[in-house]
């Protein structure tokens, strides 16, 4: 018997946040790689600030089940996992900073600009994003040339202009001009949904999946997208009704809307309740297999933190 399949889900995403943690700690070690020139040692204690801080390690979750799933190597699915969590980590430490979010507070620590500064702090976020990038490429990932390609284009795909940063753009924008229902949908799509679509979508790659699973693992992806969204969005709901006569959470001053503020919380909750059934029926085929994703599904939906 797979004594791991008997795990719980706690169990199991305690283990792997703890693997990539390992794995992003000797990345993020001082040692100059072949090629790099030097590594300077506060940059490097910054981007770890940045990283090994905590954090729920959703997405690296989501890439590692996608392969177990699939039967992938596991060695592999942590390289990519770990080159995920970079790029989250980079939106996160770009997203406090002074010129967009201003937080002081990030998974229950000062922020990197706040622990070092801010210069330090772009920096930090920007050699984060290069590192992803490397981490793919890198032959230790063991991956066949094609399918390395393939998940450095989709990742610079989710990442860029037309996904998280784009995104993020047009959450900038809407402070302004308030975005209409398609707006919200397609901004928090690109802003949030893309990392996690690419999460599942390189599980697949990793795993040498056919064109048909790859599909159906990025429309999971989607699903597990709009899911996170809604959950947050109804998060902010609650914590703000939690503080009322407090200040309020951070979004709800800025007047932005979300599909909870157009639709209501009671909406939301059964629209979550939908999407965990999508994602259940598009992981039929894979069984018992694909039970932790289905999982995962639920815990992202009623998610409370
Ligand atoms: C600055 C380029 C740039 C992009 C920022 C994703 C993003 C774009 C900003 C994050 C802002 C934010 C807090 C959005 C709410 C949803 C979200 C991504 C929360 C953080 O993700 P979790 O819950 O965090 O997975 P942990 O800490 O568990 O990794």
Redesign the pocket.
């Known amino acids: 018997m797979d004594m791991a399949h008997e795990d719980s889900f706690a169990a199991r995403l305690d283990g792997a946040a703890r693997d990539v943690a390992a794995l992003l700690a000797a990345l993020l070690s001082e040692t100059p790689l072949e090629g790099e020139i030097g590594r300077p040692p506060h940059l490097m204690q910054a981007m770890r600030h940045g990283v090994l ?7 690296p979750f989501l890439v590692i089940e996608t392969v177990r799933m699939l039967g992938g190597p596991r060695d592999a699915a942590l390289r990519v996992a770990a080159a995920l ?1 970079c790029i ?10 002074p010129a ?2 201003d ?1 002081d507070l ?2 229950g620590q000062p922020t990197v600009h706040v622990a070092f500064d801010e210069a330090t702090a772009i920096l930090a ?1 920007d050699a984060l994003l290069t590192m992803a990038f490397d981490i793919l490429a890198a032959p230790e990932t063991h991956l066949p040339d094609q399918a390395r390609l393939a998940l450095i284009g989709q990742l610079s795909r989710a ?1 860029g202009v037309g996904g ?2 784009g ?2 753009a047009l ?1 900038l924008h809407a402070e302004r001009v308030a975005p209409d229902e398609a707006g919200i949908v397609r901004l928090q799509a690109m ?2 949904g893309a ?1 996690l679509r690419y999460a599942c979508a390189a599980g697949a790659l990793t795993s040498g999946a056919d064109a048909q699973t790859l599909a159906r693992m990025t429309r999971f992806g989607e699903i597990i997208g709009l899911a ?2 809604l959950a ?1 969005d109804l998060l902010d709901v609650t914590s703000d009704a939690a503080t009322l006569g407090k200040a309020a959470g951070k ?1 709800a001053g800025r007047g932005k809307g979300t599909l909870v503020s157009l639709h209501g919380v009671d909406a939301a909750r059964a629209r979550l309740d939908t999407l965990v059934q999508e994602a259940a029926v598009l992981l039929e085929p894979f069984g018992d297999a694909g039970h932790t994703l289905v999982e995962t599904a639920r815990f992202i939906a009623s ?1 409370d ?1």
């Open positions: 801080n905590g954090g729920k390690r959703l997405r969590e989250h980590c980079y939106s996160l430490i770009h997203d406090d900073l967009m979010d937080d990030r998974r976020g990442a998280m940063v995104g993020q959450d802003k949030t990392l996170f969204q947050d979004d998610r933190r």
